[in-house]
Nanobody, 119 residues
Framework: QVHVTESGGGLVQTGGSLRLSCAASGDTFSNLAVGWYRQAPGKRPELVAS???????DYADSVLGRFTISRDNAKNSVYLQMYNLKPEDTAVYYCVVGAKLATLEDGSWGQGTQVTVSS
């Protein structure tokens, strides 16, 4: 089981930026897929960005062009750089690490980090 920890959330004004970090335990991180989910109050978790072990990236339409996911396998870490934040980006953001993207939801979830965007 991989242990996952997120950090970097906070309160930011509309149009601002934040960088979320995800640190994972284990020595197989470079072979794993990673995704950032977010969950707003009363809504189901939404996958907003993902990156395969090979570095292939994918984004939800709602964040395309504003969010960038990257990984540093040497540090067992994944990052989510968020620009031009909007109030609708407000949510708890979770980092999830799994064997492959198709079953990512069944992977290891972090405790989440709150992102609040004020209007």
């Amino acid at each position: 089981q991989v242990h996952v920890t997120e950090s970097g959330g906070g309160l930011v004004q509309t149009g601002g930026s934040l960088r979320l970090s995800c640190a994972a335990s284990g020595d197989t991180f470079s072979n794993l897929a990673v995704g950032w989910y977010r969950q707003a109050p009363g809504k189901r978790p939404e996958l907003v960005a993902s990156i395969t072990y090979g570095g292939l990236r994918d984004y939800a339409d709602s964040v395309l062009g504003r969010f960038t996911i990257s990984r540093d396998n040497a540090k067992n870490s994944v990052y989510l750089q968020m620009y031009n934040l909007k109030p609708e980006d407000t949510a708890v953001y979770y980092c999830v690490v799994g064997a492959k993207l198709a079953t990512l939801e069944d992977g290891s979830w972090g405790q989440g980090t709150q992102v609040t965007v004020s209007s």
